[in-house]
């Protein structure tokens, strides 16, 4: 294994690359200690020692500081640890060992998602809002079945179609067909499903 490139990534910090396919960032006083240079060839304890020790301890580390401040999803921490340089298999264990302790869990995670967005949003937008955040639509299914057992979402759809439509002041009994098709169109581009829509605004058949 040899080091082909370094690159400054600040006063304190570097870009190591190896064989030219695998990089990490290391701090200057590490680099030193362990006489990383260019060119310089990487035995498979040094390589190792900064694998298993030097980088696993410091991403677990930063999971962990990232996680006192709010929760996140295992996309989202993946995310923000390649965006720190840490190679694959650093960072699978770094998820996995904060995963163990229950630290992040995408089920709950969705779940009180759902609780708090359930007030003001469509299952779909939900879901959508969710695949973003790299959560699986098996996760999602199971956290919307743990809600509805638990009966934790207190708005149905149909509820929030009713409050979308004082928000905006439509008469449904005064509207013109034209202004009905109009909202319709609105609220299922908010992910509302057609079945509900038409019963609060009118019968699927006028549409």
Known sequence: ??????????????????????SF??????MRKLA?????????????TIMNEVLSKRAKLRCMNLLKSRDYTEHQLVTK????????EVIDAAVAYVI??????DIRYAKSYIEYAGQNRSR??????????????????QAYEQCSREN?????????????????????????????QKMAGFLYR??????????????????
């Open 152 to 180: 934790s979402i207190t708005v149905t759809e149909e509820e929030l179609i009713h409050k979308l439509l004082e928000k905006k002041h439509f008469d449904r009994q005064n509207a013109t067909y034209e202004e009905c």
């Open 81 to 88: 640890l390649k965006q720190g340089l840490y190679p694959g």
């Open 190 to 207: 908010k992910g509302f499903m057609l079945d509900n829509i038409y019963r609060v605004i009118g019968r699927a058949e006028e549409y």
């Open 36 to 48: 990383v240079n260019k060119g310089s060839e990487f035995s498979r304890e040094t390589y190792d």
């Open 124 to 141: 779909r937008q939900i879901e959508n809002d969710l695949l973003r955040k790299g959560i699986s639509k098996e996760k999602i299914g």
């Open 1 to 22: 294994m040899v080091v082909t490139d370094i690159v400054e990534i600040s006063k304190t910090k570097v870009k190591v690359c190896v064989d030219g396919d695998i």
């Open 100 to 105: 163990s302790y229950g630290y992040v869990d």
């Open 25 to 30: 960032a290391l701090y200057k006083s590490e």
